[in-house]
C-alpha cells in the first residue's frame, strides 16, 4: 500500500513538474494565477470531475483549495446546463495553473470503482493536453 501511494505521489509530482514548466515556457505568464488552462472534455466528464472531487477526504488546510477546484467544474457544468448541453457535448473548463495543480492533487487521492478508469484517465488527459507546448503557443 505505501508503495502504491509513493507511486501517486511521484506521478502527481513529476505532472506537476510538468505543467509548471510548460508555464514557464509561456514567458510574461509565469505565474501560476496568470497562466491559465483550457481543457476540453465533455459535460459527462465534468460532471464524473464533480462526483469524483466529492469522494476524497480532504484536511482542514486544504478545504480552500478543494472549493476553488469544485467551484470550477461546478460552475462549468451549471453554464454547459443552462446552454443545454448534453453529456456528450464538448466544453471548454478554464482554470488558472494552481487550481489545475490542486485538482491532480485532490483527484489521484479519489477512490473510483475500476469501472470508471478510463474516464479517469480521460479527464487527466484533457488537463495535460491543455497544458502541453503546442496548447501554449496558440495561447500567445
Do not use: C, H
Request: hydrophobic share 45%.
Amino acid at each position: 500500500m505505501r508503495l502504491i501511494r509513493s507511486l501517486v505521489g511521484i506521478a502527481v509530482i513529476t505532472a506537476t513538474v510538468a505543467i509548471t514548466a510548460v508555464a514557464q515556457q509561456q514567458g510574461d505568464q509565469s505565474s501560476p494565477q496568470n497562466t491559465i488552462l483550457k481543457p476540453k472534455m465533455t459535460l459527462g466528464d465534468v460532471l464524473f470531475a464533480i462526483n469524483v472531487l466529492n469522494t476524497v477526504e480532504i484536511k482542514g488546510s486544504e478545504v480552500e483549495a478543494f472549493l476553488d477546484v469544485k467551484n470550477v467544474f461546478v460552475q462549468a457544468a451549471q453554464k454547459a446546463q443552462k446552454e443545454k448541453k448534453s453529456e456528450s457535448d464538448e466544453l471548454t473548463v478554464e482554470m488558472n495553473m494552481l487550481t489545475a495543480n490542486n485538482f491532480l492533487m485532490l483527484f489521484q487521492r479519489a477512490s473510483i470503482p475500476g469501472s470508471a478508469a478510463e474516464r479517469f484517465q480521460a479527464v487527466k488527459q484533457a488537463l495535460y493536453a491543455s497544458a502541453s507546448p503546442q496548447q501554449a503557443q496558440q495561447k500567445r
